[in-house]
């Protein structure tokens, strides 16, 4: 299915985040953006320079006009500009029961603008009422009283570790019951952050839209925000935009997905310079046995010494769930190997086609194409 994923947010005239960076993710993981326009800002990497709210009878009839015709199957609410405009919102959206509704409480810029005033965020306790998942970064977390007070609206909470200290970013899933999960991951070097936000909440809302369990929703949503960040394109003097364009075929928006094949190799240094004259950037080079390359699209080809791999070529199949593939698999009558964690970060179980071709069924995440032991600038 296309998950249909109504926007209500800002423009960013920069085009790092807001209404731009929300209709890139959502486009990214398959699905069809329609957007009610709250606040037109002028910014930049460096700061918003003007905003502008849009009167909100205008933001209602945007939002009117495609729920009408096209219909909507999830929600995500970002920066609202005004405390009428909040109210505004809410009122039409709980015209919409049962419809999953993202609410990302877009206080302060990555910059440090400040995007709501006190009455506006006052307001935002009608839209968390009608929320199925709150947003919060710490500092917003802080500013609406703490998560326990988010959590008594009725919506779950993911608390987002972005500001904390130290090398670990944690996020936590609070869910209306209490019951927590907790993601960790390495924090990513880099000064081009701007619209995590507003992408972490865009991802989450279209996978809600297509009908994922919330976990999984979000677990899906932070690779893709990973991602986007290493792969920024480095515009601007300050907090420059992600990478959303180079995101797709880390991220599966649905069914195995074969993106990578090893080939066997006599020659290492005969293979390796073969496949980079033909175009291809190295980004592992490992023991004059193992190299992995990726294509401008994404996709990656590896070539691995003939005898390690029975000198046959072997096709990798990325899933999301790895251990239910397996067990799919043989359900069906397919044998399969136990599932074997590797230390480059990659999970995966071998197996055979009815010719005898070799498959590996796996699940990497970044680190597909961001090994511990990628090179560090291919040229």
Known sequence: MVPRVLIVAGSDSGGGAGIQADIRTVTMLGGHSMTAIAAITAQNTLGVQAIHAVPPAM???QM????????VDSVKIGMIGAAETAEAVAGVLEELPGVPVVFDPVMVATSGSVLADAATIAAFARLMRIATLVTPNLPEAAALGGVEAIRAHGAAVLLKGGHAEGDTIADTLIEPSGARRVWEGERIDTPHTHGTGCTLASAIAAGLGRGLPLAEAIDRARLFVRIALREAPGFGAGHGPMGHHRVRLDVDPGGATPNQITLPATDHAASFAFYRALGLTPIVDSDGRYARFESAGGVTLSIEAAAEIGGRP????EVADLDAAVAAARARGIAVADPLD???GWREARLADPAGNALCLYHAGENRRFPPWRLPCPD
């Open 59 to 61: 933001v209602v009839a």
């Open 64 to 71: 009117r006009s495609v729920i009408d015709d096209l219909g």
């Open 314 to 317: 072997l096709v990798f199949i």
């Open 342 to 344: 590797r230390p480059w």
